[in-house]
Structures are given as structure tokens and as C-alpha cells.
């Protein structure tokens, strides 16, 4: 099989050029299944591209990926990533002048950041 593209949002499985990856399957699986996870976990599939929405689901995607199949997989991050939140993050924020439960907010933020959790 060789390299798996896994895909969050049906949206971007539709339009993202699966080629400029080097993918050999693409997967739109939602939140993944125990099933799933096995399949990937095979000696078939080489290495695993997560491509998934940059929140806390989407994150807690990757992590319980990464937890199942370690380095063999890997988060796809545009390499214009940072700009693409300042653009569009500041559509999604809550109007005041604080968030809710900024302390949740900041550690997701870091785990994000550094893809590990402490």
C-alpha cells in the first residue's frame, strides 16, 4: 500500500491535490475508527499523512493516531500555516475581550504548537 493520506473534513479530501503529497490512498474517515486505526497499523501501510482541521477534535484525531502507530505518522501542516490562522482563526473568535476558558485555550494552543502533549 505505501503512504495514507488520512482526512478529517470532506471538503478538503475533495479539493486538496492528494499528488503534491505523495500519497498512494486517501482515506476521508471523519473521526477515525478502531478499524481504520488497525488497517494503518499495518506493515502495509508505510507512513500516514493526517490531514485534519486545526482544532481540538482534529487534534485529539491526530494524537490518538499517533499514539496508535507513532512515527509513522505525521500531521500535514501548509507551509503558509501561520498565516492562514491570522486570516481565518480571527472569524471564529468570541466577541469580549477574553476567551472562555483561556487557560484550556493556551494549553491547546501549546500542544498544537508542538505537537506533543506534555
Not at 498512494?24 to 474517515?29: E, G, L, Q, R, S
Amino acid at each position: 500500500m505505501g503512504r495514507v493520506g488520512l482526512v478529517e473534513a470532506p471538503e478538503f479530501f475533495q479539493r486538496f491535490d492528494w499528488a503534491s503529497l505523495g500519497v498512494d490512498a486517501v482515506v476521508n474517515c471523519g473521526r477515525v475508527s478502531d478499524r481504520i486505526l488497525g488497517w494503518v497499523d499495518t506493515p502495509d501501510v508505510t507512513s500516514i499523512v493526517y490531514c485534519a482541521d486545526f482544532d481540538p477534535i482534529g487534534l485529539g484525531g491526530y494524537l490518538r493516531v499517533h499514539g496508535r502507530s507513532g512515527a509513522k505518522v505525521e500531521p500535514h501542516q501548509p507551509a503558509n500555516l501561520e498565516a492562514l490562522f491570522d486570516q481565518f482563526a480571527k472569524l471564529h473568535r468570541p466577541a469580549g475581550p477574553k476567551w472562555p476558558n483561556a487557560s484550556r485555550i493556551l494549553v491547546l494552543h501549546l500542544i498544537a504548537k508542538n505537537w506533543l502533549p506534555l
